[in-house]
């Protein structure tokens, strides 16, 4: 009977969901950095419950248990800035709705507009009563359409046998729907699909059903062609591979692998993993990750190494070649041919499992060609933890770490590398010169809400913050955007 009635609620839920809109009350102050806050949700889901292990089955009555984090709003690839109008997604709390929600800001007219889909959170393995943190949503928007694009609860859903029917959650617009009017903004620019939930079980133009299946980590962006690029993971963590597919403004493209899984059987001698990212940056296609391998007698407990490449393609298909310019073959099974420091050198213990990096890295590249790393080492045996800043002037032939103090994410505009993130619960900006490591903090936001969770874009020389608030009870949180000016 409680699943009769979950479900009475979850259909009429699907038969009433709406457009909520909203004029966003847009606060301006005239301080520094700082441009404008605006309140996106006071209702973004959030696991108020129990961390339990993946064997974990029971449904807690009085809170929502998770596997990993507690918190999916906001996270992943969940904000866009295109034109004058910023894109955000999250999921709408508490535990007994959990429908997916992209919200669209009009920075002329201060006009927030939310649309609500029928999809709701589907959970550990599918069960919906645990929270899954890897299943965020993925928005992206094509510069050659107009059209936006969703991804959506994904973590190798081909494994699931109640996801056979559900194991790509894919939701995309007509043309010209990123760019459509306030009060034009609503479900119906979105196509819908034959079973009536406006989820497509393939990307229109790939066949590849059984990579589809076991997607993991999607996100989206753009080339400087317009084309827009989903990225994903495809496989496990210690062997997995990255990949990639390209639409068009029609159809898409791909799949195009990175590296190959099973890499033990082509050369390399343990198979391995990768923790990183696709971008496309100082004009051209990049990929930069840190390494997880199989070898389970080193001191690494998990990601070890700097691994880069490059290619002059601008559909990122060929002339992939590493850092110091020689050619490289994809799919990679070496890493080796790919790597450029080892931040786990700064670590004194050499005893088995005890270099962790898990957390920190980033990569950037100035449109001068600067190439900029950040990672974090933490030494278990001695309890440090090591901050590294990588870096390589355009023009230059090797690259040089050094310590450096302020973690956080890696963005550029104009001839400055910035890192941005939060600092005790607010924004705090520091930068340096391309090519440099003299990070010095030119802004801290000093008033408001506290944040304990952000993820952003920067876009045109701005900055775009989405925010949790750090206080709440419940399942239910607040999510902000807030936005600042990086001045040259």
Same mark, same amino acid.
């Given at each position: 009977?409680?699943?009769? &009635?979950?479900?009475?609620?979850?259909?009429?839920? @699907?038969?009433?969901?709406?457009?909520?809109?909203?004029?966003?009350?847009?606060?301006?102050?005239?301080?520094?950095?700082?441009?404008?806050?605006?309140?996106?949700?006071?209702?973004?889901?959030?696991?108020?419950?129990?961390?339990?292990?993946?064997?974990?089955?029971?449904?807690?009555?009085?809170?929502?248990?998770?596997?990993?984090?507690?918190?999916?709003?906001?996270?992943?690839?969940?904000? #866009?800035?295109?034109?004058?109008?910023?894109?955000?997604?999250?999921?709408?709390?508490?535990?007994?709705?959990?429908?997916?929600?992209?919200?669209?800001?009009?920075?002329?007219?201060?006009?927030?507009?939310?649309?609500?889909?029928?999809?709701?959170?589907?959970?550990?393995?599918?069960?919906?009563?645990?929270?899954?943190?890897?299943?965020?949503?993925? @928005?992206?928007? +094509?510069?050659?359409?107009?059209?936006?694009?969703?991804?959506?609860?994904?973590?190798?859903?081909?494994?699931?046998?109640?996801?056979?029917?559900?194991?790509?959650?894919?939701?995309?617009?007509?043309?010209?729907?990123?760019?459509?009017?306030?009060?034009?903004?609503?479900?119906?620019?979105?196509?819908?699909?034959?079973?009536?939930?406006?989820?497509?079980?393939?990307?229109?133009?790939?066949?590849?059903?059984?990579?589809?299946?076991?997607?993991?980590?999607?996100?989206?962006?753009?080339?400087?062609?317009?084309?827009?690029?989903?990225?994903?993971?495809?496989?496990?963590?210690?062997?997995?591979?990255?990949?990639?597919?390209?639409?068009?403004? #029609?159809?898409?493209?791909?799949?195009?692998?990175?590296?190959?899984?099973?890499? +033990?059987?082509?050369?390399?001698?343990?198979?391995?993993?990768?923790?990183?990212?696709?971008?496309?940056?100082?004009? &051209?296609?990049?990929?930069?990750?840190?390494?997880?391998?199989?070898?389970?007698?080193?001191?690494?407990?998990?990601?070890?190494?700097?691994?880069?490449?490059?290619?002059?393609?601008?559909?990122?298909? +060929?002339?992939?070649?590493?850092?110091?310019?020689?050619?490289?073959?994809?799919?990679?099974?070496?890493?080796?041919?790919?790597?450029?420091?080892?931040?786990?050198?700064?670590?004194?213990?050499?005893?088995?499992?005890?270099?962790?990096?898990?957390?920190?890295?980033?990569?950037?590249?100035?449109?001068?060609?600067?190439?900029?790393?950040?990672?974090?080492?933490?030494?278990?045996?001695?309890?440090?933890?090591?901050?590294?800043?990588?870096?390589?002037?355009?023009?230059?032939?090797?690259?040089?770490?050094?310590?450096?103090?302020?973690?956080?994410?890696?963005?550029?505009?104009?001839?400055?590398?910035?890192?941005?993130?939060?600092?005790?619960?607010?924004?705090?900006?520091?930068?340096?010169?391309?090519?440099?490591?003299?990070?010095?903090?030119?802004?801290?936001?000093?008033?408001?809400?506290?944040?304990?969770?952000?993820?952003?874009?920067?876009?045109?020389?701005?900055?775009?913050?989405?925010?949790?608030?750090?206080?709440?009870?419940?399942?239910?949180?607040?999510?902000?955007?807030?936005?600042?000016?990086?001045?040259?």
């Amino acid at each position: 009977m409680k699943y009769l &009635k979950f479900f009475s609620r979850w259909f009429v839920g @699907v038969l009433l969901f709406v457009t909520y809109g909203a004029l966003a009350q847009v606060a301006t102050i005239s301080q520094n950095y700082f441009v404008s806050q605006i309140k996106v949700t006071d209702s973004a889901m959030f696991f108020d419950g129990n961390k339990v292990t993946g064997k974990h089955t029971e449904n807690n009555p009085n809170g929502f248990d998770y596997i990993f984090g507690d918190a999916l709003s906001p996270h992943g690839d969940c904000i #866009k800035v295109y034109k004058n109008f910023v894109f955000m997604t999250w999921y709408h709390g508490g535990k007994d709705d959990r429908r997916v929600m992209l919200s669209r800001l009009n920075t002329k007219t201060g006009m927030l507009k939310t649309i609500a889909f029928p999809h709701r959170h589907t959970g550990f393995k599918g069960k919906w009563w645990l929270g899954e943190s890897h299943n965020t949503i993925a @928005v992206g928007i +094509s510069p050659k359409n107009d059209s936006i694009h969703l991804l959506y609860d994904m973590h190798r859903n081909g494994r699931v046998n109640a996801f056979a029917d559900d194991y790509l959650r894919y939701s995309y617009t007509l043309d010209g729907a990123a760019t459509v009017p306030d009060e034009q903004f609503n479900l119906s620019l979105f196509v819908n699909s034959k079973a009536g939930h406006y989820k497509h079980l393939a990307f229109p133009g790939i066949n590849d059903i059984e990579t589809t299946k076991l997607l993991t980590y999607p996100a989206f962006f753009t080339g400087d062609n317009g084309d827009l690029f989903m990225k994903m993971r495809f496989g496990f963590s210690a062997n997995g591979k990255m990949l990639f597919a390209r639409f068009d403004g #029609k159809q898409w493209h791909g799949y195009t692998d990175f590296n190959r899984v099973l890499a +033990s059987e082509h050369g390399s001698k343990y198979n391995w993993g990768l923790y990183g990212d696709f971008k496309y940056v100082g004009g &051209k296609f990049r990929v930069a990750f840190q390494r997880r391998s199989k070898n389970k007698t080193d001191k690494y407990l998990y990601q070890n190494g700097i691994y880069y490449a490059y290619s002059d393609d601008p559909i990122g298909v +060929s002339n992939w070649q590493n850092a110091y310019g020689e050619p490289i073959a994809l799919p990679l099974a070496k890493s080796e041919l790919i790597k450029i420091a080892e931040p786990g050198d700064w670590a004194k213990t050499t005893k088995k499992d005890q270099v962790s990096i898990v957390h920190g890295f980033d990569f950037t590249v100035t449109d001068d060609g600067d190439e900029h790393f950040v990672s974090q080492v933490k030494d278990l045996e001695f309890d440090q933890v090591i901050n590294l800043h990588t870096f390589r002037k355009s023009g230059s032939k090797e690259f040089t770490t050094v310590k450096y103090e302020t973690g956080s994410q890696l963005y550029t505009a104009g001839n400055y590398v910035y890192l941005i993130g939060l600092n005790n619960g607010r924004v705090n900006i520091a930068r340096t010169k391309g090519g440099e490591s003299n990070f010095k903090v030119v802004y801290q936001h000093k008033q408001g809400p506290q944040f304990d969770k952000g993820v952003l874009y920067v876009a045109d020389g701005k900055v775009y913050y989405y925010l949790k608030k750090a206080d709440g009870e419940g399942d239910k949180r607040t999510l902000y955007l807030q936005v600042f000016n990086l001045k040259s």
